[in-house]
C-alpha cells in the first residue's frame, strides 16, 4: 500500500494515475465518479484527502486535478495579506512541489502564502499557497498582488480583485466584511493563476 493512504484512497490515487498516463488529462468528476462506481461525495472525500496528503492537488478554478508525483519546485518567497496592505519583503524562505502541468507558460513563477480572509468568497483562506507569475498585462476583476506605496514612498502590497477607475485603482475583497479601497499610487507585479489549500 502507498505510504500513509488507505486502500480506498489507493484505489483512487491509482485510477487516477492511470487515467492521466493514458489520456494526458484528468477525468472529470462524473468520469471518475462512474468509472470508480462509487457516489461523488465520497470521490470528492478522497480527493480532499489526498490533496491533503500531497498526492494532488486540485483547482478552486475549474476544479480540475493535477498529480504531484510529476512535479517541479518553486520557490515560496513570502507571505501575502489578504487583508490590509503588508510591507513587501521578497526573501526566499523554502521551496513548493508543484505539477509541471500547472506551470505550462513560459513565465516565472513564484509561490506566496496567504494571510487573512479578505478573499474566502474565492476559496482563499489564510494559510493557503498562491501560485503566481510575474506579469503585465492586466484584466480587470483579475486577482492580482498589487503593490502600493505610501507618502514615505514605502513599498506594502496586498491579493485583491482589481478594476482601473480613471487615474485611481479599485482594489476589491472578496468578503463582505471587507472593504473596497482606491489607490492612486500603485503597481501590479504579480497574477494569481493557482490557489493550493491548505486544510
Same mark, same amino acid.
Given at each position: 500500500m502507498i505510504k500513509n493512504l488507505t486502500s480506498k484512497q489507493q484505489k483512487v490515487l491509482i485510477y487516477y494515475e492511470n487515467y492521466i498516463k493514458s489520456?494526458?488529462?484528468?477525468?472529470?468528476?462524473?468520469k471518475a465518479w462512474d468509472d470508480l462506481d462509487i457516489s461523488?461525495?465520497?470521490?470528492?472525500?478522497? +480527493? *480532499?484527502? /489526498?490533496?491533503?496528503?500531497?498526492?494532488?492537488?486540485? #483547482?478552486?478554478?475549474?476544479? #480540475?486535478?493535477? /498529480? /504531484? !508525483?510529476? !512535479?517541479? !519546485?518553486?520557490?515560496?518567497i513570502w507571505e501575502i495579506a489578504c487583508w490590509v496592505p503588508i510591507s513587501v519583503y521578497e526573501n526566499f524562505i523554502d521551496y513548493i512541489d508543484i505539477?509541471?502541468?500547472m506551470l505550462k507558460w513560459w513565465w516565472n513563477f513564484y509561490c506566496l502564502k496567504a494571510i487573512w480572509k479578505s478573499m474566502i468568497n474565492?476559496? +482563499?483562506?489564510?494559510?493557503?499557497?498562491?501560485i503566481i507569475r510575474k506579469q503585465n498585462d492586466v484584466n480587470d476583476w483579475? +486577482?492580482?498582488?498589487?503593490v502600493i506605496w505610501?507618502?514615505?514612498?514605502?513599498? #506594502?502590497? @496586498? /491579493?485583491? *480583485?482589481?478594476?482601473?477607475? !480613471?487615474? #485611481?485603482l479599485?482594489?476589491?475583497p472578496?468578503?463582505?466584511?471587507?472593504? @473596497?479601497?482606491?489607490? @492612486?499610487?500603485?503597481? +501590479?507585479?504579480? *497574477?494569481?493563476?493557482w490557489v493550493i489549500r491548505n486544510y
Open positions: 489520456n494526458w488529462y484528468a477525468p472529470t468528476y462524473q461523488p461525495s465520497v470521490v470528492f472525500s478522497h +480527493i *480532499k484527502n /489526498l490533496e491533503k496528503k500531497w498526492y494532488l492537488v486540485s #483547482s478552486w478554478k475549474d476544479k #480540475s486535478v493535477q /498529480l /504531484l !508525483s510529476d !512535479s517541479q !519546485s518553486i520557490p515560496l505539477p509541471k502541468t474565492v476559496w +482563499i483562506d489564510n494559510g493557503d499557497f498562491l483579475d +486577482i492580482w498582488v498589487v505610501d507618502y514615505a514612498d514605502d513599498e #506594502s502590497a @496586498t /491579493l485583491k *480583485k482589481i478594476y482601473h477607475s !480613471s487615474k #485611481s479599485i482594489l476589491k472578496e468578503n463582505d466584511d471587507f472593504p @473596497t479601497t482606491i489607490v @492612486t499610487n500603485w503597481q +501590479i507585479r504579480w *497574477k494569481l493563476v
